[in-house]
Nanobody
Framework: QVHLVESGGGLVQAGGSLRLSCSAS????????MGWYRQTPGKQRELVAS???????NYADSVRGRFTISRLYAKNTVYLQMNSLKPEDTGAYYC????????????WGQGTQVTVAS
């Protein structure tokens, strides 16, 4: 059974930084894609950033240039470095991972709250 565990959320002032981490347990097979989504009340969950294989990255327009996603492929761990945070970045951030072999499916973490105060 695959489990994703996030850490690193919290409260920060606008302009500050946070680093989110997510590690997958329950398999030794590397995920095809790992990433981060966020959700705010009344809105659909939206992609923030993802990384496919080792270094093929994708970012939402709203965070490009401020956030950086990276991963340790062999350890199924993904990070999200968030700089120059804005109040509109506030939300619940969910780690996501997809395997096409082994666990074969999409998995989600429980979420970690990020609050950016103005």
């Amino acid at each position: 059974q695959v489990h994703l565990v996030e850490s690193g959320g919290g409260l920060v002032q606008a302009g500050g930084s946070l680093r989110l981490s997510c590690s997958a347990s329950g398999t030794l097979i590397g995920a095809k894609t790992m990433g981060w989504y966020r959700q705010t009340p009344g809105k659909q969950r939206e992609l923030v950033a993802s990384v496919r294989n080792s270094a093929d990255t994708n970012y939402a327009d709203s965070v490009r240039g401020r956030f950086t996603i990276s991963r340790l492929y062999a350890k199924n761990t993904v990070y999200l470095q968030m700089n120059s945070l804005k109040p509109e970045d506030t939300g619940a951030y969910y780690c996501y991972a997809q395997w096409i072999v082994g666990p074969s499916g999409d998995f989600w973490g429980q979420g970690t709250q990020v609050t950016v105060a103005s």
